[in-house]
């Protein structure tokens, strides 16, 4: 099992420009969360998904986040435009929900806007 | 809302020493705990879990208690080790699969 796969795991990049993060979940699981860790907020859930349908975004910042999930093994959270006040690290997590709701999370995208 | 909070930011333990973490929290109804630790540069990684049913659970090297007459939880590593040095999470279940977090404690193991 390759676990949850994120990607990128780095990206850099300017203020105003747009910002796609990648998320494979583990096979089977059926709950997709992204979460966002930084030092003045601690880990912060924008959006989950229960399969492959948004069930709680209240936790995305403003309209310049998106996130989709087009099918069960692959999601997307989409920064348009980027600003300094986005750079964090981004984690995506799944979970098989009828297993006791333990997530598996992913490497995480450590996102830098300049 | 539900507020989840670790007592300590930091620990300092002695290799080979137990150590405690801690973790209060507010919302009452909550029925599932977790503990996660995340080292540098890693994803939170699942240590061990607890219901609310239970006031303790074992796993390797590790123990959690839970007190829900005061709302408190607590993490036990037996005989630290290096390794252990990481960031520690306790999360509860607020509804609908979705964990919220606590602030964390790192665990800093001296040689």
């Known amino acids: 099992d390759a676990g949850v796969i994120q990607s990128p795991r780095h990206e850099v990049t300017e203020m105003g420009q747009e910002v796609t993060l990648r998320c494979k979940p583990i096979s089977g699981h059926n709950s997709l969360f992204w979460y966002r860790q930084t030092m003045m907020r601690g880990l912060e859930l924008l959006i989950y998904f229960n399969n492959n349908v948004p069930i709680d975004d209240s936790g995305m910042p403003e309209d310049r986040f998106s996130a989709k999930m087009p099918n069960a093994s692959f999601s997307t959270l989409k920064i348009q435009p980027s600003e300094p006040r986005d750079s964090a690290v981004y984690f995506c997590?799944?979970?098989?929900?009828?297993?006791?709701?333990?997530?598996?999370f992913g490497s995480g995208t450590r996102l830098t806007v300049v | 809302g539900e507020s989840v909070g670790l007592h300590l930011p930091t620990l300092s333990v002695q290799e080979g020493d137990n150590s405690i973490i801690n973790c209060a929290y507010s919302n009452s109804a909550s029925d599932y705990f977790i503990w996660y630790k995340q080292e540098s540069g890693k994803g939170p990684q699942f240590i061990i879990d607890i219901r609310s049913n239970m006031d303790k659970r074992q796993g390797q090297r590790v123990t959690v208690l839970l007190n829900k007459t005061v709302k408190h939880l607590s993490l036990q590593i037996a005989a630290t080790q290096p390794g252990d040095s990481a960031v520690y999470f306790c999360a509860l279940e607020g509804g609908g699969n979705k964990l919220t977090f606590g602030t964390g404690t790192q665990l800093k193991v001296e040689l």
């Open positions: 997590a799944s979970s098989l929900a009828s297993l006791g709701y333990g997530y598996t």
